[in-house]
Structure formats: C-alpha cells, structure tokens
C-alpha cells in the first residue's frame, strides 16, 4: 500500500499569511495526487487535482505542485474562510489512501 | 442541479447491516466510477470503495473486504454500499464521491450520512 505523509499535522496562522502543507508518497505516483480542503460539519471539497491543476471555482491563492514522491500545497495568503483541514490523497493504485490531514488554526 | 445525496445511515448493533445509497443528479452518472468515503470521529478520511462506471469490477479496502459490497444501478443513478458484520469501528459519516474523468479523484461529494456501530 501507498503510504501518504502529510506535515505538519497542525498550523497556526494569521490572515493574510502564506501557508505550506507537504505530502510524502511512500513510493512514486506520477502527479496522481489531490488536494481536498474540509471544514466542520462539510462535506470535503476538492482544491487541486493531478497534483497542480486547480479545480473550477477554487481562488487562485491556492495552488499545487510536485511528482514522483514529495508534493506541496500553498495558500499564498490566508482568508479567514480557509481556516480548515486538508488532505492529499494519491490514486496511483489501490487501496487509495489520504494524509493524515493538516488542520489549519488561526494563530 | 448536479449534487450526490446519500441515505440510509442510522444506530445499528455490532453485527448488524445497513444498506447506503447515493442518489446522483446533474451529471452522465454511468461515465465516472464512484466511491465511498469515511471518516470516524476524531480521525481523518478513509477510502473505503470504489466502483466503475459500467461496473466491471470492485475494490475494496482491507478494512471492510468481505463485509461491504460496492454496487451501482446505472438506470436509477444511485450508487449502494452493503454493509454487513458491522463493528464499532465503522462508526463514521460515510460520504459519496464522484471520481473525475480518468482518476479516482473525487469532485463532487454529498454531504453524508452518519453511521453508528454500539450496543
């Protein structure tokens, strides 16, 4: 199985701050990784898919990037509606797996 | 509208069954695999299942193969999870996902349904 990494685990952050989220494959998959952002009580929404493509409606100050093994998800500057949790997640093969997840705290 | 709705979650005894569905509207449903999706309380996002369009095969993760079945009527639109020999540990909301064309990336999910395993 394809072990997906995320760090931190947690962030505390101040609007307006450029924020990174990491994720480590345990072994190669191409750019077969998304970025899902949930808050509490929501459904997860989809941010980013094939590792740097960003989806329909979400604002431009996210944005992906990485392949192989080690990808990054940056918010170039926080809003107060992006306090939230995010995961990676890989569909290399199956089983497909997620991070841990990376919950975003206001400082 | 395009929009995923799940049913069918509730209290049920370790042992027991349930049968979720996702009813699935705005979208050419039989052209994307979709997917179940959990996360238990306290925990992050579990991929739990994963069915093709026209349901040539069925995956599964470790944790529930051999108790969920996947399946999928193309005719109603709805996607079903089988879940039998429930434990305490499948306690979680359970979301539907629509994968995106060509990759099991999920771009559309319903709200959820929560799903509680006690005695």
């Known amino acids: 199985d394809i072990q997906m990494t995320q760090s931190p685990s947690s962030v505390s952050s101040s609007v307006g701050d450029r924020v990174t989220i990491t994720c480590r494959a345990s072994?190669?998959?191409?750019?077969?990784l998304a970025w899902y952002q949930q808050k509490p009580g929501e459904a997860p929404e989809l941010l980013i898919y094939t590792a740097s493509n960003l989806q329909s409606g979400v604002p431009s100050r996210f944005s992906g990037s990485g392949s192989g093994t080690d990808f990054t998800l940056t918010i170039s500057s926080l809003q107060p509606e992006d306090f939230a949790t995010y995961y990676c997640?890989?569909?290399?093969?199956?089983?497909?797996?997620f991070g841990g997840g990376t919950k975003v705290e206001l400082k | 509208e395009v929009q995923l709705v799940e049913s069918g979650g509730g209290f049920v005894q370790p042992g027991g069954s349930l049968r979720l569905s996702c009813a699935a509207s705005?979208?050419?449903?039989?052209?994307?695999?979709m997917n179940w999706v959990r996360r238990a309380p306290g925990r992050g996002l579990e991929w739990v299942s994963s069915?093709?369009?026209?349901?040539?095969?069925?995956y599964y993760a470790d944790s529930v193969k051999g108790r969920f079945t996947i399946s999928r009527d193309n005719s109603k639109n709805t996607v079903f999870l089988q879940m039998n020999s429930l434990r305490a540990e499948d306690t979680a909301v359970y979301y539907c996902a629509k994968a995106t064309s060509g990759y099991y990336l999920f771009d559309l999910w319903g709200r959820g349904t929560l799903v509680t395993v006690s005695s």
């Open positions: 997640q890989q569909a290399s093969g199956f089983p497909l797996t």
């Open positions: 069915i093709p369009g026209t349901s040539e095969s069925t």
């Open positions: 072994q190669g998959i191409n750019s077969y």
């Open positions: 705005g979208f050419t449903f039989y052209s994307y695999a």
